[in-house]
Nanobody, 129 residues
Framework: DVQLQASGGGLVQAGGSLRLSCAASGFSFADYAIGWFRQAPGKEREGIASICIRDDSKYIDDSVKGRFRISGDNAKNTVYLQIDNLKPEDTAVYYC??????????????????????WGQGTLVTVSS
């Protein structure tokens, strides 16, 4: 039973940093891809970044490249999203998702509303100006 627990959100000032965590359990972590998504108030969910655990390949959306970094810790079955130089427009609920197909996870980052079956509950990031 795939379980994903996102955490690390909070209230930060613009220019600050956060590290979000996605703790995974119930599946073979090394055989999956993990993606991060966010949904701002009144907006559609958008893809941010993905990592294929077995080969450590990463994809970062152009809209956040340079400020967002994704990494994985196999020993902890956890994927991190490091966010630097936070901006008010980064305010959103951040979700992580898992899929056994790395290419599909990259596709889901690029193409909105691509179906994914395994989602965490979300963690709220609020950036004040």
């Amino acid at each position: 039973d795939v379980q994903l627990q996102a955490s690390g959100g909070g209230l930060v000032q613009a220019g600050g940093s956060l590290r979000l965590s996605c703790a995974a359990s119930g599946f073979s972590f090394a055989d999956y891809a993990i993606g991060w998504f966010r949904q701002a108030p009144g907006k559609e969910r958008e893809g941010i970044a993905s990592i294929c655990i077995r080969d450590d390949s990463k994809y970062i959306d152009d809209s956040v490249k340079g400020r967002f970094r994704i990494s994985g810790d196999n020993a902890k079955n956890t994927v991190y999203l490091q966010i630097d130089n936070l901006k008010p427009e980064d305010t959103a609920v951040y979700y992580c998702a898992a899929d056994s197909r790395c290419y599909h996870m990259v596709h889901s980052i690029i193409v909105p509303n691509t179906p994914l079956n395994n989602w965490g509950q979300g963690t709220l990031v609020t950036v004040s100006s």
